[in-house]
Every structure is written in C-alpha cells, then in structure tokens.
C-alpha cells in the first residue's frame, strides 16, 4: 500500500471511531495539563494560554474546562465561563492531526448541554476577524456574529464577537 493510501485509511478509522462514539468528553484533571499546553501551542501563536492560564481555568468555580478523549488520547480542549448569567468561550482547539473529525462539535455540544441545565441562555465568544476557519465552525455552529471589537488581540487584530440563543 502506498504511504498516502495508508494515510487516508488511517484518518477514516480515526472518523469512525469518533462517529462510533468511541470519544469521550469529560472535565479536564491536572493529569491532562501537558496534552493541552501542547494542543494549545500548536493551535494558537502568539495566543497560546499558559500552564498556569490553564489551572487558573480549572480552580475557577464558574468556568467549565473540558477535554475530549479518543481512545484514551487527548484531542481537544474547551473552557466556557459564566458571568452575569451568560456563558462566554474562552478558548477552544482540536489537535491538528485531529480536527474536521467531530471533536469540536462534540465539545461544544457538551458545554451547550451544561449550561442548559445551568438555565442559561446566552452564549458568546470573540474570534480573530482573521481566523476564516474558526468563524465558519462557530456559525456552523449556530453562532451568528454580533459586533465587530477593533484592536482586541495584542497585535491590534479585530475581533468579530458571536452569540448563540440556547
Ligand atoms: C475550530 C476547531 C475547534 C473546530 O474543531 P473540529 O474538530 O475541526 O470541528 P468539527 O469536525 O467538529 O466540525 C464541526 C462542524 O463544523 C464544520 N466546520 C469545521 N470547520 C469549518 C469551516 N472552516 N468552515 C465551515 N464549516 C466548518 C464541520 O464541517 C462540521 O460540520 P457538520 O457537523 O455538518 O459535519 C478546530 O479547527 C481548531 O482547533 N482550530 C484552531 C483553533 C481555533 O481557531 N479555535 C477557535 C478560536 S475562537
């Protein structure tokens, strides 16, 4: 077989799996701090949150830090916030070699169950105005875009702020 070939039968044993609901969605521990930060810097540059971001997410009682599972292999991660009665997203990734695979719809489906339960009704969340990927995967997500916040990241790049009706 040839090297792409195998690829491909890799990645569509891969879908499978998670079609198959052999991925698991669960709370973040601590034990899972290293696959995240990794997750974390191979998805966001200038961006990527640190260690200590993370636990900071952990400890707080009104965020919802999540991660997903495939086979025992961390794939993704997302951290969600309450505050004044709506949800916000901080952040969420999908290792690469990971991603289009229904990881993040899965996480977000998961968070969008909690805060339901939570009676809240809200959700929202800033994405670069440059990520084209991220804004088609959140208003395929059911998120519809709001305002647009000019010099919101570090290096002066605008945000476009979403919300979703629950
Ligand atoms: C955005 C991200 C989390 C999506 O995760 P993913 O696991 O690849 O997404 P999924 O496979 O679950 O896709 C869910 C749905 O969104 C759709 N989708 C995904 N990316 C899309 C895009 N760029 N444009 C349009 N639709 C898209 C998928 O087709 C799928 O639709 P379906 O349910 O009809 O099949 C992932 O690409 C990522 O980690 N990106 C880098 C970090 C990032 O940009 N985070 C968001 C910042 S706010």
């Not at 609901?21 to 034990?31: E, G, I, L, N, T």
């Not at 919802?64 to 794939?75: P, T």
């Not at 990881?103 to 169950?113: F, M, S």
Request: glycine share 6%; proline share 2%.
């Amino acid at each position: 077989m040839r090297p792409h070939n195998a690829l491909k039968d890799v990645k569509s044993l891969f879908k499978m799996i998670v079609e198959n609901q052999k991925m698991k969605v669960r709370k973040f521990s601590p034990a899972d701090l290293k696959h995240i930060v990794e997750i974390e810097r191979s998805s966001f540059a200038i961006d990527a949150f640190s260690k200590f971001t993370f636990m900071n997410f952990y400890y707080k009682r009104k965020c919802l830090f999540i991660i997903a599972e495939v086979l025992g292999v961390i794939s993704g991660y997302m951290t969600t916030c309450i505050a004044n009665e709506k949800g916000h997203v901080v952040s969420i990734a999908v290792s690469p070699s990971h991603r289009c695979k229904g990881i993040g719809k899965a996480l977000v489906n998961y968070t969008l169950d909690h805060l339901k339960k939570s009676s809240i009704k809200i959700l929202e969340l800033e994405v670069r105005t440059t990520n084209l990927k991220g804004i088609g995967f959140w208003k395929k997500m059911g998120f519809y875009p709001l305002n647009i916040i000019s010099h919101y990241y570090h290096d002066g790049t605008a945000a476009l702020k979403m919300r979703k009706l629950l």
